[in-house]
Nanobody
Framework: QAQVVESGGGEVQPGESLKLSCTGS????????VAWWSQVPGEGRHFVAG?????GKTHYQKPRVTISRDHDNNMVYLQMDSLEPDDTAVYYC?????????????????WGQGTQVTVSS
């Protein structure tokens, strides 16, 4: 099984919603903090939201998103609402080796290939 895999991206109109999904090997996803990052061409990755291993703590650096996890199904989700053109980016899911959330890219050891979100009218 791939270590980390994202899905759910696509092209939507402003004001619409998307729900991104992240899964992978259970040893990596369920036993670590997981975060979503965004990246636009020419820039580095930006922290979007993170959730602790147990799911009791979350941290956000982007509005209009909600992160959640389902341990039973080994999934982490990013609900994105009221999308705007500036939300257009590739969104990556990353898993840390630690149970707590970090906003530093280097603290995440496992990365997916990313899923494109495009918001355009």
């Amino acid at each position: 099984q791939a270590q980390v895999v994202e899905s759910g991206g696509g092209e939507v109109q402003p004001g619409e919603s998307l729900k991104l999904s992240c899964t992978g090997s259970r040893e990596i996803i369920s036993r670590a903090a997981v975060a979503w990052w965004s990246q636009v061409p020419g820039e580095g990755r930006h922290f979007v939201a993170g959730i602790s291993m147990a799911g009791g703590k979350t941290h956000y650096q982007k509005p209009r998103v909600t992160i959640s996890r389902d341990h039973d199904n080994n999934m982490v989700y990013l609900q994105m609402d009221s999308l705007e053109p500036d939300d257009t980016a590739v969104y990556y899911c990353a898993a840390s080796s630690e149970p707590y959330i970090s906003v530093y890219e280097g603290d995440y050891d496992y990365w997916g290939q990313g899923t494109q979100v495009t918001v355009s009218s």
